[in-house]
């Protein structure tokens, strides 16, 4: 569903090239052969922490073989992210290498955020009764309420994920004003 674009490496390359220049990153090689790569972009502040994060653009390892090929990647990047005191580490892979997905589950990582794409032909079945509109500054009550039961979920079971949001109401309120 993406566009023919981002199959083709001239597109890709400056985003690697321009993430390389921040951040370390590994290529895995058997002979001369590349059969794996991983950069990480630091994030100053997620979740309260400083962080390390390899988009699904930035890693990739050849399918067949790719759980032996992150775990090397990993045990040579990890402790780089963490001297550079990055303590929480997060990467984003493709849906289809399952292998991939199990390997960093066994090397302790959790799935917090599943991204999906589509097609925009209509979706079948009956259309919901609801009416979508911008919130407003009137709404920040509601949208703080909404978004406090939402932070209280993600920081319970299993997630556990410490995050606390900002007053909705002044971060409508600069929206509104930019």
Same mark, same amino acid.
């Given at each position: ?18 993430? #390389? ?10 002979? @001369?052969?590349?059969? !794996? ?6 994030? #100053? ?5 400083? @962080? #390390? ?59 917090? *955020? ?10 079948? !079945? ?28 993600? #920081? @319970? ?5 410490? *995050? ?15």
């Amino acid at each position: 569903m993406l566009p023919p674009r981002y199959e083709r490496s001239e597109n890709i390359l400056p985003l690697l090239q321009e993430l #390389a220049r921040e951040s370390p990153g590994v290529a895995a090689l058997r002979g @001369s052969r590349l059969v !794996g790569f991983m950069q990480a972009l630091v994030i #100053a502040e997620l979740m309260g922490r400083r @962080s #390390a994060y390899s988009p699904v653009t930035a890693n990739a390892a050849e399918p067949q073989e790719s759980r032996c090929i992150y775990e090397e990647m990993y045990a040579h990047l990890s402790p780089q992210w963490l001297s550079d005191g990055c303590f929480t580490h997060l990467v984003s892979l493709l849906a289809d290498d399952r292998q991939a997905m199990e390997t960093w589950h066994w090397l302790g990582f959790g799935l917090i *955020n599943i991204d999906a794409i589509r097609d925009l032909t209509p979706v079948a !079945g009956e259309a919901a009764y609801v009416k979508v509109r911008q919130a407003g500054l009137p709404d920040a009550r509601i949208v703080s309420a909404l978004g406090h039961l939402l932070e209280r979920h993600v #920081a @319970s079971t299993p997630t556990y994920w410490l *995050n606390d949001l900002e007053d909705f109401g002044e971060w409508m309120q600069r929206l509104i004003v930019l």
